[in-house]
């Protein structure tokens, strides 16, 4: 009775500690994009409710969107690519980077509610962790040149930051996470890469045969699609 009442009390601690970290790794996200926006970009101002409400129609679209996934056949089935973040880089792109880190959390959270999580969260805050790392230099570089050009560069910026920050928190953080929550070993979610290519045979080999090309894709992928539309939509969301 003691022992169980033990064990529960740790997984209860480990859960609070791990959700206390995603609100930390949240705030230090919104912090930075805060200052940049403050001190450097100084957006124009709009109306507080107007902005409240354009944030939260674009997280909903982000989060409906994450119901439609698609495996690449280059990578395992658990890495699945979806549309969730061109919502929020064309808010990032019509509000500031604040707004576009917002919205990325917002999309986070309504997915939880409607879908739940299979991962105990923490797929969901590679989600967000990954997001943030195309959304945020990409909004950034584009409010510091708002042309064509400077969205193009801000997008190309984005999309090789995703690349790089999906890649390292995949073989730092996410990957060992996953063989932990589901008691499988590495060598188990190694080889269901090896099928798929026989060049992957280690953690270090199946982040650089599919999880980077999978970001890079979906970096690319969401910049093109983005690029295509935010000027229809930014008239849309500018008219009285």
């Known amino acids: 009775m003691l022992e169980n009442l033990a064990k529960l009390w740790a997984a209860v601690q480990e859960n609070v500690m791990f959700l206390l970290m995603c609100l930390l790794v949240f705030a230090g996200i919104f912090v930075v994009a805060l200052l ?7 957006p124009e101002k709009q109306s507080p409710a107007r902005r409240v409400a354009y944030v939260g129609i674009f997280a909903a679209i982000a989060a409906v969107l994450m119901y439609l996934e698609f495996p690449l056949p280059f990578a395992p089935a658990f890495y699945e690519i979806d549309f969730s973040e061109i ?27 409607l879908k739940g999580t299979s991962t105990a ?34 997008m190309a910026v984005g999309t090789v930051c995703i ?21 499988t070993p590495l060598d188990v979610i190694i080889g ?3 099928k798929i290519n026989p060049g992957i045979t280690s953690v270090n080999t199946l982040v650089l045969f599919a999880v980077a090309p999978f970001n890079l894709l979906k ?12 000027k229809h939509i930014e008239r849309l969301l500018r008219m009285k």
């Open 163 to 183: 690349t790089v920050v999906g890649s390292l928190f995949n073989a730092v953080y996410l990957i060992p996470a996953f063989s932990v929550l589901y008691d």
């Open 36 to 42: 940049l926006e403050k001190l450097w970009l100084k």
């Open 121 to 154: 969260f923490v797929g969901d805050l590679a989600n967000f962790v990954v997001g943030c790392a195309l959304i945020l230099p990409a909004s950034v570089v584009y409010f510091a040149n708002k042309t064509k050009k400077g969205a193009v560069i801000g």
């Open 192 to 194: 269901m890469g090896t």
């Open 219 to 230: 970096g690319v992928v969401d910049s093109i699609i983005t690029f295509l539309l935010y």
């Open 87 to 113: 919502p929020v880089l064309i808010c990032s792109f019509s509000l500031g980077p604040v707004a576009g880190v917002v919205c990325e959390f917002l999309k986070v959270v309504l997915k939880l509610f």
